[in-house]
């Protein structure tokens, strides 16, 4: 074991550690461990509380405190009034206030001015309440767990900057008790939608997450070196085109919760990496999907919520089922004042469906067809679409591994979910032709190299050959996981629901 390290620390943001480092050393020569390897607590803040309401009330005699119970947590306020201290102790549950005097703990009281706000340590000692009626250990014994070198940000003012916040979370979820909550009713979220997905009969798999080809999706991907294979592997942009490979070798229902890479920008509704849940389902089509989209995130929001409505911003949402349907074309219609049906059969007429949009004041920039389209559907149409509702049967450019739409091959069956003017889901009648999709891939191969459009989908032959041995009809669904946790905690930055958000290098 190296000996332990007696330099000063230098602190970036000029606070004085000097001070705290002396008092470790001063724990050390008394032969005192300030970071033993474990400590051995009976109760939680909040089991604590519940012990001492508990005692309380079913002991016939009267009874003013409880049997010792040991705690342990993150020291966040100290007073020391002479022979009297009090320490508030934070955990993982909440707070809780801590006694300690001199008469009890006799020679050890000493060691209390060694301890600092950050510190952790462990306590025993029996619970009662005080005069002012909190509900308090009264130590017998503490014991030091980890000396905190860094100070905390002050009390008052906390830690506000955002960025800072986003690069030092550990330091946020510390100093900010509303951060905590945030993240907890997270996990309970992403519970809520897996329980629904198994209960609804869907096997949890898990796919590929460098991949030799990135596609399902229009989105340019991350790209590495895999030297032992010596071959350019992909951060997978969706796990799509793997999950239909096993409806192919016979599954019927499957999902995956993962995370998906698309190397794009950030802004608030985009993270590169972000979590996507994907489903498929063999012979069921898009109206199925729907069907099955307003029934589990209605069922998440009751059981993360306790009802059908949430409120978002200004905005309160309702999730009853059933939900809204508009398709796209009317949707463009109806918010844009364009009627894209001369737009449909010839790329030749997106430049004077480009001069329409700017005419109307959309900053539609020439691109490919499928950008066209889906900026005018976000820039026309996304900003109106508050409650949820599902935009339906797209342009075929836009969706190069959707079916056709019967009677109307210019369309696809696809639709959107958007809520909270945000879309949240994307879900298709999935294309099974082996052959009308390689021509597809075809097209976005041309796109690519006419327009040297990066987020072109792309040819994965391998999953060509998986088709031709068959897929049965299937509906696929994709949902944003981290915009739903935006929506029902009252999140409007997709940072504030991720726990470690990427940010740009302070040396760049």
């Not at 474990?38 to 508990?54: C, E, I, W």
């Not at 909550?181 to 609804?200: D, E, G, N, T, W």
């Not at 999706?217 to 942009?237: C, D, E, S, V």
Request: negative net charge; aromatic residues 8%.
């Amino acid at each position: 074991m190296n000996a332990p390290n007696n330099n000063p620390i230098e602190d970036p943001t000029g606070d004085h550690l000097s001070a705290r480092q002396e008092k470790l050393r001063r724990l050390r020569a008394k032969g005192i461990d300030a970071y033993p390897t474990k400590y051995s607590r009976s109760h939680t803040s909040t089991q604590a509380r519940a012990l001492f309401n508990r005692t309380i009330e079913t002991t016939e005699t009267t009874v003013t405190q409880t049997q010792p119970v040991s705690i342990a947590g993150r020291i966040m306020a100290v007073r020391i009034m002479g022979k009297n201290s009090f320490l508030d102790i934070k955990d993982g549950d909440g707070h809780l206030q801590a006694h300690f005097r001199v008469d009890t703990l006799g020679e050890s009281y000493a060691l209390l001015k060694e301890l600092d706000i950050g510190d952790f340590v462990g306590i025993t000692g029996p619970l009662f309440k005080t005069r002012t009626g909190e509900v308090t250990i009264g130590a017998t014994e503490f014991t030091f767990l980890s000396k905190s070198l860094r100070s905390l940000p002050e009390k008052w003012h906390g830690l506000k900057d955002k960025e800072q916040r986003y690069r030092q979370r550990y330091v946020d979820l510390i100093a900010n008790d509303e951060i905590m909550p945030v993240f907890l009713k997270r996990s309970r979220i992403i519970q809520s939608i897996r329980a629904y997905m198994i209960k609804a009969g869907f096997i949890e798999v898990e796919t590929p997450v460098l991949v030799p080809v990135a596609a399902g999706a229009l989105a340019k991907p991350f790209i590495t070196r895999h030297h032992a294979l010596g071959q350019n592997l992909y951060m997978r942009i969706a796990t799509e085109l793997y999950l239909k490979r096993l409806i192919v070798g016979g599954f019927h229902k499957v999902f995956e919760i993962g995370r998906v890479f698309r190397n794009e920008g950030i802004d608030q509704n985009h993270n590169p990496e972000f979590t996507l849940l994907e489903s498929y389902e063999a012979y069921a089509n898009y109206e199925d999907v729907m069907r099955l989209v307003e029934t589990l995130l209605s069922t998440v929001v009751q059981e993360t919520t306790g009802g059908n409505t949430i409120e978002y911003g200004e905005h309160t949402l309702d999730f009853s089922v059933p939900w809204k349907r508009m398709s796209f074309s009317n949707a463009i219609l109806e918010y844009a004042n364009i009627d894209i049906s001369p737009y449909l059969k010839s790329e030749n007429n997106i430049e004077h469906l480009i001069s329409s949009a700017q005419d109307k004041g959309f900053d539609v920039q020439p691109g490919p067809p499928h950008q066209i389209f889906d900026k005018l559907l976000s820039l026309a149409v996304e900003p109106n679409l508050i409650q949820p509702i599902f935009i339906t049967d797209h342009p075929k450019i836009m969706s190069p591994l959707a079916k056709t739409k019967p009677g109307n091959p210019e369309f696809v069956e696809r639709f959107e979910a958007f809520v909270g003017q945000m879309e949240v889901a994307n879900a298709f009648s999935e294309l099974n032709d082996p052959e009308e999709q390689r021509n597809r891939f075809s097209q976005q191969e041309e796109i690519r190299a006419k327009y040297s459009d990066e987020e072109a989908d792309r040819t994965d032959d391998d999953f060509l050959t998986s088709l031709e041995y068959g897929m049965p009809p299937t509906g696929g669904l994709g949902i944003g996981i981290d915009r739903i946790v935006m929506l029902l905690t009252n999140q409007q930055s997709i940072r504030d629901i991720l726990l470690f958000p990427q940010m740009r290098s302070r040396d760049i």
